[in-house]
């Protein structure tokens, strides 16, 4: 599927969109290509865009007073990613956005965003979603940190990113998790164990 497909197929299982109003996202969107372990967005800098990821994965983080990354989500295909504080605010965002695989994106920046909610009123309702939805995403995941075991975050992990831990390194999946690669390695060799 091609990018232009991917996207608009995104927005319109929220919201109904006609062909001349899928054509206008289209036309505000830029397509950028970011390699492995380039930054998309920079801790401190102004979240200029909303960024649409169609190809690859990035990551979600920011550093904390150790200087040790923190990962806060990852985002593959098919997700949409933003600081969003900076984003509306145009404050210098909290969090970094870094690829960890090649990756593909369509940008929409923050003029365009507000040309699509004046035109096209059911995009405001998208956005609302949009969210809405990052919200509790964000509730639950500090719920799972504070509530389960690293077990049970790992079967999150699976669940809500299905195929991602064939595609990137056990240490960002063990920094995702709150723990070390080596307890993520035991853990999984207990798994293996109790499923053979």
């Not at 062909?19 to 801790?43: M, P």
């Amino acid at each position: 599927m091609c990018q232009d497909e991917l996207i608009i197929r995104n927005i319109r299982q929220s919201i109904s969109l006609t062909d001349s109003e899928a054509e206008l996202v289209l036309s505000l969107l830029e397509t950028r290509r970011y390699s492995n372990k380039d930054f998309l967005l920079r801790q401190g800098d102004i979240c200029r865009y909303d960024y649409f990821i169609t190809g690859g994965c990035a990551k979600v983080c920011y550093s904390d007073d150790k200087g040790n990354e923190c990962i806060i989500k990852f985002a593959p295909e098919n997700w949409w990613v933003v600081d969003l504080d900076s984003f509306i605010n145009s404050k210098p965002c909290f969090y970094y956005l870094q690829a960890i695989e090649d990756v593909e994106a369509l940008l929409l920046s923050k003029q365009s965003y507000d040309r699509l909610h004046e035109k096209i009123p059911q995009f405001q309702k998208f956005s609302n979603q949009r969210w809405q939805q990052g919200f509790i995403a964000l509730q639950q995941r500090i719920i799972q940190n504070l509530s389960l075991s690293a077990d049970e975050r790992y079967s999150q992990f699976e669940h809500k990113y299905p195929g991602l831990e064939q595609r990137i390194s056990q240490k960002l999946i063990a920094s995702y998790l709150g723990i070390t690669p080596e307890f993520l390695s035991m853990l999984r060799r207990k798994r293996a164990a109790k499923f053979s």
